[in-house]
């Protein structure tokens, strides 16, 4: 025998351990796909700094514009009610007429109405222009993420790009804050609004020719009364959770506008069971993953816009703060969200969209019951600081995994309609999780005025929010365990699969 054909179990080559396929580098985006990345991730942070960017200007414009106080809290709840009622039934509109064209049409409403809201001279007008950001924001946001999702194959690249997504779009809230004290700090709140006209004049400058388009072989008729039932409820759900807020869950108003949006809602289930092209097909809302999923986001959203709220409150009543003060407290914030967005591709990669939500969710649990101990000293920043951060990177492991999960395993004739829900599922968090908080804290405190009484108040809510995380996780980790193959008996990914039936 000759040498070269000797083999000995203990003696290997190179070429005998080290395959190929074991050392293939990951994917790379190309130039065009960086580009596309940046313009829709660009317009998505601008969509998210609107949502709070006027938050710590609220006074300031209202003694601007002579708002009376009751009016004042409708300078966000006009915008919130727009963005969460229309999104779904736009998410579908981008199916029907091209995800790109909706984009940019949104993309110009949005830059016009800015400009509306910086020149406004009355109450009225201003109203208006949110109303009109709100329905931009609904247009864009389910558009944008669709082309997002369709511009990147289901795997790595696609993780990585709604990991960047996530991390922009919960940064951006909290970066509204410090801009919004900022420019009202500095120049007026006017520019709060003008801020994002160049933004949007130079996506609309860029984005047809960089953008590609993308629509379904076949396009449904769009189902006018499922449309009409859910846009109605979800108008009706968040309005009531508003009213919750500042009149309590007692009051009539409250009462009726709460049971007739869950009454819509449950219509809107059985028009779409008798639908010929539904707005939202049942089997897409028997999938588990997607129901869970965006459970799990909706919690995710619900608590840590609301938890900004609340050590709003403590920072600013109890430690007296000032709004710019409060807003650069937050930056911390803001970069917890955007190691966690950078880490959240990486942890569904590895450890899978459930796993990544549980252990997200387990971290933002105890990261917020540790703000359970704030005090009335200005030492306790320290702590709000660190828990904040940690609590940022377990959310936004949250929202990417809720993310992947909600948008996976679907063809891309239906990335519009799992973007919109997504997506809606995103902004009526966002909506309903400040007034839900604000009950609670008006329900503590009972009338009582002062630093302690509001720290007792904030302290109660602070606790309800860390265990609603909680039983987030919970419910994810038992409701999204992967699926035993019926034959083996062996785990099947939790990644969603592209079967008719669903999961």
């Not at 809606?424 to 630093?451: D, E, F, H, K, L």
């Amino acid at each position: 025998m000759s040498a070269p054909t000797r083999t000995s179990p203990t003696q290997t080559t190179p070429t005998q351990t080290s395959p190929a396929p074991a050392v293939a580098s990951p994917p790379r985006m190309t130039a065009r796909q960086k580009l596309v990345l940046t313009l829709l991730l660009g317009a998505q942070f601008m969509i998210a700094v609107d949502f709070s960017i006027l938050n710590v200007a609220l006074p300031v414009v209202g003694e601007g514009l002579g708002f009376p106080l009751s009016r004042l809290q409708w300078i966000a709840t006009s915008f919130a009610l727009a963005a969460a009622g229309f999104t779904l039934l736009f998410g579908r509109v981008a199916d029907l007429v091209g995800r790109k064209r909706l984009f940019l049409a949104g993309m110009a409403v949005l830059g016009t109405s800015s400009l509306l809201g910086g020149l406004a001279g009355s109450p009225e007008v201003l109203l208006v222009a949110r109303v009109l950001q709100g329905l931009a924001t609904a247009a864009v946001t389910p558009a944008g993420l669709a082309l997002l999702t369709t511009a990147f194959k289901e795997g790595p690249l696609r993780e990585r790009a709604l990991g960047l997504n996530g991390a922009l779009m919960s940064a951006g809230f909290t970066a509204g804050a410090i801009l919004g004290g900022l420019l009202t700090d500095l120049l007026s709140w006017r520019w709060a609004f003008f801020v994002n006209v160049p933004v949007a004049a130079l996506v609309l400058a860029l984005a047809p020719s960089v953008i590609t388009d993308s629509r379904p072989a076949h396009r449904p008729r769009l189902d006018l009364p499922g449309a009409a039932t859910v846009t109605g409820g979800l108008l009706l759900l968040v309005h009531g959770l508003t009213q919750a807020g500042e009149t309590g869950w007692g009051a009539p108003t409250t009462l009726a506008a709460l049971l007739a949006g869950v009454a819509l809602l449950v219509a809107f289930g059985f028009v779409e069971k008798r639908a010929a092209a539904p707005l939202v097909p049942l089997r897409i809302l028997k999938r588990r993953t997607v129901i869970w999923g965006n459970a799990a986001g909706l919690i995710a959203f619900v608590t840590e816009t609301s938890l900004v709220f609340l050590l709003t409150l403590y920072l600013q009543e109890v430690l007296g703060y000032s709004p710019l003060a409060t807003g650069l407290a937050f930056g911390v914030l803001g970069l917890g969200t955007v190691l966690g967005g950078t880490l959240g591709g990486r942890a569904v990669g590895r450890l899978g969209n459930r796993t990544t939500i549980v252990v997200g969710g387990a971290v933002q649990a105890v990261a917020t019951l540790a703000l359970v101990a704030l005090g009335t000293s200005g030492a306790w920043i320290w702590l709000l600081l660190a828990a904040t951060f940690v609590g940022g990177v377990g959310n936004m492991l949250v929202i990417v995994g809720f993310m992947v999960t909600a948008t996976s395993g679907l063809p891309d004739e239906e990335q519009g309609l799992a973007t919109g829900l997504a997506t809606m599922t995103q902004q009526v968090g966002i909506a309903m999780g400040i007034p839900v908080m604000s009950a609670v804290v008006t329900a503590r405190v009972a009338g009582a005025s002062g630093p302690d009484a509001v720290l007792s108040g904030v302290s109660t809510a602070v606790l309800v929010n860390a265990l609603l995380v909680a039983a987030g996780s919970v419910l994810a980790a038992l409701f999204l365990r992967p699926r035993r193959d019926s034959r083996s008996g062996a785990p099947v990914s939790d990644a969603p699969v592209s079967d008719a039936g669903g999961q």
